[in-house]
């Protein structure tokens, strides 16, 4: 139902400027949720490609600890030399707006990371090591972009539902206000035509 507005030129300019910013707004949100569609479609490809290697390495992890425990027996005091890790490092980049995490590993302390003698150890304990630290990197990754594509999955459901309600709503009122007043004004202009005619035919046949 057209908004009953009244009907004079400076509403219909005002509607037409409103119906005006409505649309360009409602293009520039279409735009933003497939430029954010795009993106989570890239990261959920990327995080299926990162389960897949953390599967493998895991596997591969295991069964050189196994070897090592079988060769080496129970590594207790090698187990306690390993410190706390507090290599991770958080930072965030903006994509149309959305803040998406970015996680790193602080690559000094991972390249100085050995905190065991090679003399103690042997070919499937330093493998089990490097396997686990791949999977540390691998799941920092991976926890990065999952909650990459939340934030992005999120964000696209907001901007959706305010496209939905200028596409929906808004531009669809003032439309029809716009065409309310302009009817109301044409009507009005014929009126006054018709009244002039009228006017104009009664002075010709008085001076007739």
Known sequence: MAVQAVPTKGNLITSK???????????L???KRNILVREM???????????????????????????ANITLGYIDDLARSIPEDDSLKLSYRSVMGVEIPIVTIDKETQENGLFFGLDTTNAAFDEAYMCFSEVKRLTADLAEVEN??????????KTQKRANALKNIMIPRFEETVKFITDALEEKDREEF?????????KQKNND
């Open 17 to 27: 400027k409103s119906l005006s910013l409505a649309k360009k707004g409602y293009e």
């Open 29 to 31: 949100l279409d735009k």
């Open 41 to 67: 479609m890239t990261l959920i490809d990327r995080a299926s490609e990162i389960q897949d290697k953390i599967d493998v390495t895991y596997s591969k992890a295991y069964l050189a600890l196994q070897r």
């Open 148 to 157: 990459s594509v939340y934030r992005l999955a999120d964000a696209i459901k």
């Open 194 to 202: 018709s009244r002039l005619k009228v006017i104009k035919a009664q």
